[in-house]
Every structure is written in structure tokens, then in C-alpha cells.
């Protein structure tokens, strides 16, 4: 079946350093999500990726979909403590599932 | 609107117990799902169904059972519980826009805890 690879597991970051998680599968995606899920929580919406090679920013963070459709990426710059969680992607074929990776969870020492 | 709302929050079961999680939402979305979250592991898809009356297998379906009667609820039924299904799962719904090719964001209820003993 469809799967998602997600890289790091998990990082730890020093306040103020910059975090990326690269999310990769074998197959062409139709469009990819992120998500972000605080400890005890339920995921979150942040942001969705449909057209080859797009770039999308959202305050410090920027995502990026690949030429291929086939990766993506999630750059934090500058991480604040509020950035603590884990980041999820959520990639779909064109059917009707939406499959994730395993996520990154990221924690920020102040 | 209260969105997506799971119960119980919390469950303790003995091996073998059946139970229903309950997931309900008022959005009027068609597609509802389950997923299962475990560490390291992400959130994987149990269940999921694109209209009353219809359901279909996610990645790790077995154990587990669902029916969809309305639009607004998708109870998840594990007829016989295993300490294999201790997790926190996860209800969503999204609306499904006829003739998109490409599907819309997940909304996700708060979760409900289950261990098995």
C-alpha cells in the first residue's frame, strides 16, 4: 500500500535555531498536507500543497512540495518554545485515504 | 458548531471486553475516518466512509468494526479487545468537494485513550 516515509523521528533544537522535516514517498502524490499536533492534543490543519514545485510561507515556517510531487519539506526558522509538537504530512493518490507519515516531533530548549 | 466530538476520553478495558468509541460532528461532512495513533508509528488509518450507508478498510482495519447510519455519527466497535489495540484513536471528517481532485484538510476530535489490560 501507500506509504509515506518522514524524516527526522524527532530533533531537539536550541530556541532561535531553524528545524526542518522532509516527508517522501515512492508514488506521485495528487496534493500533501502538514499538520501540527501539541503534546496531549489532536492534530491541526497548517497547511496544503497541490501543484508541482509550489512554495507556500506561513510566518517562519515554509513548505515546499518537489517537482516530481513526489517529496516535501517543512522549514521552521528562528523556533520559538510555541513551536513544540509534532509535525506531521498527510499525502493523498487521489483516492479517498489520507495516509501520514510517522512525524517529527521537534522540541525546543529554551 | 462543536466540530468533531469523540467519547469517552478515557477507557480501561480487560482483554476481550467489546466496547464503542463514539465519534459524532456537526459540519455536515461527508467523509469520516479513524486512525489509531502509537508512538513512533504516526497516525494510521482503521476505518473510513464517504457517505451514509458506506464504509471501507484503512491500512489496519482488523479488530475492528464500523457502520455510518447518518452523516453526523461513525462508531468505531472493537468486538473483542487485545492489549495489541491500547493507543489513542483518533475520529476526523472533512467535506468532500464533488469533482476536486484533491482532497480537503482533516478535522480531528480531541481523541479517546484506550488500554487494554
Known amino acids: 500500500g501507500q506509504q509515506v516515509m518522514q524524516i527526522p523521528q524527532y530533533q531537539h533544537v536550541q530556541e532561535g535555531e531553524d528545524f526542518t522535516t522532509y516527508c517522501n514517498s515512492s508514488?506521485?502524490?495528487?496534493?500533501i498536507q502538514w499538520y501540527k499536533q501539541r503534546p496531549g492534543g489532536h492534530p491541526v490543519f497548517l497547511i496544503q500543497?497541490?501543484?508541482?514545485?509550489e512554495v507556500k510561507k506561513q510566518k517562519r515556517l515554509t513548505f515546499q512540495f518537489g517537482e516530481a510531487k513526489k517529496n516535501s519539506s517543512l522549514h521552521i526558522t528562528a523556533t520559538q518554545t510555541t513551536d513544540v509538537g509534532t509535525y506531521f504530512c498527510?499525502?493523498?493518490?487521489?483516492?479517498?485515504?489520507?495516509?501520514f507519515g510517522a512525524g517529527t516531533r521537534l522540541f525546543v530548549k529554551a | 458548531n462543536a466540530g468533531v466530538t469523540q467519547t469517552p476520553k478515557f477507557q480501561v478495558l480487560k482483554t476481550g471486553q467489546s466496547m464503542t468509541l463514539q465519534c459524532a460532528q456537526d459540519?455536515?461532512?461527508?467523509?469520516m475516518s479513524w486512525y489509531r495513533q502509537d508512538p513512533g508509528m504516526g497516525l494510521r488509518l482503521i476505518h473510513y466512509?464517504?457517505?451514509?450507508?458506506?464504509?471501507d478498510q484503512g491500512e489496519v482495519p482488523n479488530g475492528y468494526n464500523v457502520s455510518r447510519s447518518t452523516t453526523e455519527d461513525f462508531p468505531l466497535r472493537l468486538l473483542s479487545a487485545a492489549p495489541s489495540q491500547t493507543s489513542v484513536y483518533f475520529c476526523?471528517?472533512?467535506?468532500?468537494?464533488?469533482?476536486?481532485?484533491?482532497?480537503?484538510?482533516?478535522?480531528f476530535g480531541n481523541g479517546t485513550r484506550l488500554t487494554v489490560t
Open positions: 476526523a471528517s472533512r467535506i468532500d468537494r464533488v469533482g476536486s481532485s484533491y482532497n480537503s484538510p482533516l478535522h
Open positions: 508514488t506521485t502524490l495528487s496534493n
Open positions: 500543497l497541490v501543484k508541482s514545485g
Open positions: 498527510a499525502a493523498h493518490t487521489g483516492g479517498f485515504k489520507t495516509i
Open positions: 459540519m455536515n461532512h461527508e467523509y
Open positions: 466512509s464517504v457517505g451514509a450507508g458506506i464504509t
